[in-house]
Structures are given as structure tokens and as C-alpha cells.
């Protein structure tokens, strides 16, 4: 019963949730067919194979069946972008101290307001490293299935 049940489980292509119920289901039907005095090795036979018993109770996801990448290609795009920015405004910054188009600097100080460039890089970093996190996480989950 266990094992027919690991290889249902192995086949099924399923939403999480609804995976639970057919297994739950499964379970329960091996459960009573004992009660009934049926052996396993006929409720076996009966349902078929396991990977016949998983194709008939899986239903095709809804919508278009979504790779996995775009996530983690749209994050890459985000880092590449916030770092694009911060380049870019960082080759065309003033020196410090220089105010306007002087030629040199001055000892006139300007305060207050916050320079946004740290948290654009912050955020640049933080995209980057949710990209590598799900591309690592569904190169595993591809290999995982391979096997």
C-alpha cells in the first residue's frame, strides 16, 4: 500500500492542496478494502498502476502552464536596471563640495535631503540575489523531476 502510494504521489501533477485530497482519497480506499477483507495486492490491480492510477486523477492545470523563470528573469531585469541607473548617475556626479558648474570647489555646504543612490544599489543587490535564490531553487526542482 505505501509504496503504490509513493509512486501515485511521485506521478501526480497536481496543485499541492488537491494532491493531499487524492492521496487522502487513496489512503481511504485502501483503508476500507481491508475492512471488507480485500488484500492490497487486489486494490492494486484494481485502480491499475500507479502512474495509470495518477494520469486519471490529474487534471491539467488551469491557464497556461507557466516555466518557472519568469520570476527570476523579471528580478534579473530589475537588478540589471538598478544597476544601469546607479552607473550611469554615478559617471555623471559632480565632485563633492562642487556646487552648480563651478570649476572648483567651494566651502559652501549643502544639507539636508538624502541621496538615493544607496538604496538604489541596495535594491539592485536585493533583485540580484532573489534571481539567484529561484533560479537555484527551479534548476533543483528541474533535477528533481529528471530523477
Excluded at 6 to 30: A, G, Q, S, T, Y
Excluded at 103 to 116: E, L, Y
Aim: overall charge positive.
Amino acid at each position: 500500500m505505501n509504496e503504490y502510494i509513493r509512486e501515485v504521489e511521485k506521478n501526480l501533477r497536481l496543485p499541492r492542496r488537491k494532491r493531499r485530497e487524492v492521496l487522502r482519497d487513496l489512503c481511504e480506499i485502501f483503508e476500507s478494502a481491508r475492512e471488507h477483507g480485500e488484500r492490497e495486492a487486489d486494490v492494486a490491480e484494481r485502480l491499475g498502476s500507479p502512474a495509470a492510477y495518477a494520469a486519471a486523477v490529474s487534471v491539467p492545470l488551469r491557464g497556461k502552464k507557466r516555466s518557472g523563470w519568469a520570476l527570476p528573469s523579471a528580478l534579473l531585469a530589475l537588478a540589471a536596471a538598478c544597476f544601469a541607473v546607479f552607473l550611469a548617475a554615478q559617471t555623471s556626479r559632480p565632485p563633492e563640495n562642487v556646487i552648480g558648474q563651478a570649476d572648483v570647489m567651494t566651502q559652501i555646504r549643502v544639507a539636508g535631503g538624502m541621496d538615493p543612490m544607496p538604496l538604489l544599489l541596495a535594491a539592485g543587490a536585493l533583485a540580484a540575489a532573489g534571481a539567484a535564490v529561484l533560479f537555484a531553487l527551479r534548476l533543483r526542482r528541474g533535477r528533481k523531476e529528471k530523477s
